[in-house]
Structure formats: C-alpha cells, structure tokens
C-alpha cells in the first residue's frame, strides 16, 4: 500500500534522526533487542537468535522497530551484509541509543530514527503502515485494519 498526500496518518511521531530518508513500508515490532553477531542470519535478514520472539521471521524490505542492539561490534557487520544481499530492512526505528545501532544505521543507509517523543515499540504493531521522513524527524503509521 502506498500512501498519498490525501491519506490522513492515524499516528504521527516525533524524533531524531540518525541517517536522513525517506521510505515506507510495513512495520515489524519487536520489544527485545538483536543481537546482529549470531542473532541474524544476513543472507535472508531473517531473526535467528535464540528464544527471540521474531526468530524465523525476516526483517527484509520492513520497516523494523525495535529497542536496539545488543551483543559484539559485529553487529555492524552483519547488518551490513543484509544490504548487500537484498536482505536489510527498510528503514530503523529504535528507542536505546547505542553505538551498535548507530553504526549499522549508518552501515546499512537506510532511514534510521530514535529519541521519539512516544515509544514506537507500544504504539506501531507489526502490520501498520508506517512512512517514515527522518529528514523531517517524523513518522506517520496507519492502522492496520482500518479504512483508508
């Protein structure tokens, strides 16, 4: 689904960016952190980590909302090795700063956001619409389910 300038956002959030562009797809939601080295497998962008509640799906082509990275430097790596296969996601929204998830937003070029005045991991479920302008520090999400 694309949007249009006529569609009117169910959601609007406010934040920082840490990589500039814009993009829109379908969200994926998780509230635990991944852990890049060992956790992903790059070559489907698929969540392979242990007792993660994403594990088997893939983050490909999402826009991936999350609380951020955990585990080694090698996160960057990883992550960096699913642009390069066709696997990264969209874009990234994560809500814990750390020098991993800034990294791979930056590695992975693609839309990145954080420091949101809500919580994207409590009110964006997998399945919304999200647009997300990093260049403008916004984010609209429309509902999945409901009418456009």
Same mark, same amino acid.
């Given at each position: ?19 500039? &562009? ?13 852990? /890049?080295? /060992? &956790?992903?497998?790059?070559?489907? /962008? ?39 296969? &066709? ?39 997998? /399945? ?21």
């Amino acid at each position: 689904m694309a949007t249009t300038q006529l569609d009117k956002p169910d959601l609007v959030i406010r934040g920082r960016k840490v990589v500039g &562009g814009v993009t829109e797809g379908e969200a994926l939601v998780t509230r635990q952190t991944i852990s /890049g080295w /060992g &956790g992903v497998n790059p070559m489907k /962008g698929e969540v392979i980590e242990s007792h993660h509640e994403l594990r088997g799906v893939s983050f490909a082509d999402k826009v991936l909302v999350f609380p951020g990275a955990k585990g080694s430097s090698g996160w960057s790596g990883v992550f960096h090795m699913t642009r390069l296969t &066709g696997t990264a996601p969209r874009a990234m929204l994560f809500t814990i700063t750390t020098t991993k998830a800034a990294l791979g937003a930056v590695v992975l070029r693609v839309p990145s956001m954080t420091d949101f005045e809500q919580d994207p991991c409590e009110v964006i479920e997998t /399945g919304d619409w999200v647009r997300v302008d990093a260049d403008k520090g916004e984010i609209q999400v429309w509902k999945r389910g409901q009418a456009k």
